[in-house]
């Protein structure tokens, strides 16, 4: 009873603390905002990208701009290793700091699976991936250690989780979702807890982004860029679609998450950057989020209206407070200016959100600390924090077929390694890796599904051969033989896919593979992709998902010395004309069920 008593006198005193660490940062913020002149204001409203932050640094100064952002594998010009990274934001800080009120900027980064833009960086499995796990502790870890390599590169502010709930896995950025559920986002808005630790002013804390505000993942087929999906309309009865994606944001926001992104895409028929019912309405009044919302990039020019000035009155008053430009920063502080003498947005609307941003900033202690504190820098990478995604990895994996229990398999066996996937870093990580789509090569420091397989079984007799011919293939040459396949690297739009296939060359090679030799097929995927021709051909097939740099942690469960734990995040379709196909559908009939997973046997 003792201990009960003390878990809620030490959780009462947590929450306390932090109200009024809230309150002291929001009393500090505002006595500032009184001091500001409105071009000093509409500065923090701005986040414009690191290019044009690196062609003129003046820019940050002259026009007191707040936020700098880094897109996608948008690295400094010089170089893209860490300590390269906190030098060029010690440098635009210096900038701000240079300002007649001094106050400092924020560095925003998409470090979505760890650091994913810095050489040398951890790189954690993808959500998919994190969700097959179902072990929330271990991805609010993940979140610590992905926010002390950012914090230590003197980046304070991470655009994640995305707390999408993927609904159809034709959208290319499912595997950026932890899942098909918001159940299941829900769990895994732990990593918030691990970005922002106990206090955001603490070294190792980054301010995270609750995205994509609201329905990313909810889009219907046809409605988006191309005729695709993504950025699409998510339609429906709003009490429906508010039972499938908002609870995520309802758990990231009593969480504390420090700010709120939302999604290119619409809903009945309204892009979500002018939604002011769910983003001034839902978040901001029902569900009382007091952190700042930020555009997604350059998505208020989606709205569709013919000025850009009109554009940007829609999406402050919708409840923006934030604006991605990125680029065209002139024009963006002309439309606000515009707006405020027209009337069009209120001062007190450039008030409230400035006073959001501000709020945030003295939170993460950014009044004192402004400077990089890099003397966590030799962690970047470590073997610590590669040790724990090599465990995510291994707790990623669904076992989804195991004839005759062929896998484990024997440290000493005679096995043929083959595949496309078999030894690429890129391949293995996806998407949001050291560049926007990512790419194929040995694109930074990890261990490959190959090289992990000769760590884990030194003894056994390994040939690695991307393609074997038929000389190789002859029954008996080899115990066993591993094929890893899959998805080649996309980002967004450009992953949105109607047919799912794996490539022909790939099942070309599990046809005559599987043909002469007991086989296990590896499935490096974002998603559940069509494997109905390959299924009856394998004797054991594995969804090891997007893993990141730690490819050991497939060995470790492959060779038996951890079993599988891993089950599916979203439903495994029979046919992609089954799609979207989930859980709770009234017509539930999938290859593998949202949820599936086998094991080894308990010895
Ligand atoms: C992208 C994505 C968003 C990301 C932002 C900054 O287009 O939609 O998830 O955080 O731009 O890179």
Redesign the pocket.
Known sequence: MKKIVALVLLLCCSVIAQQTAFETAQQKAAALLAQMTLPEKVGQMIQIERDVAEKNPEVITNYFIGSV?S??GSAPRVGNQPQQWADMVAGFQRKALATRLKIPLLYGI?AVHGHNNVFGATIFPHNIGLGATRNPALVKEIGRITADEVYATGIRWT?SP?LCVSRDERWGRAYESFGETPELATMMSSIIEGYQGTNLSDKGSVLATA??FLGDGGTIYGTGTKGKIDQGDTRGADAALKALHLPPFVAAVQKGVGSV?PS?SSWNGLKMHAHKNLIEGVLKTELKFTGFVIS??QAIDQIPVSSYTEKMAISINAGLDMI?VPFDYQNAIRALLDNVKSGAISMARIDDAVLRILTQKYLLGLFEQALPDTSNIAQIGSSQHRKIARQAVAESLVLLKNKDNLLPLPKNAKILVTGSHINDIGLQSGGWTKTWQGQAGAITPGTTILEGLRQVAPNANITALEYPEAKDLTPKKFDFALIAIGERPYA?GNGDNADLDLESRSEALVRNVCATTRCVVVLVTGRPVNISRILPLAHAVVAAWLPGTEGAGISDVFFGDNNFVGTLPMSWFKSVDQLPLNIGDSKYDPLFAYGFGLKYPSK
């Open positions: 952002l897109g996608g998409d655009f995305c995205k994509h992104m290119f997604d990039w991605m967004e």
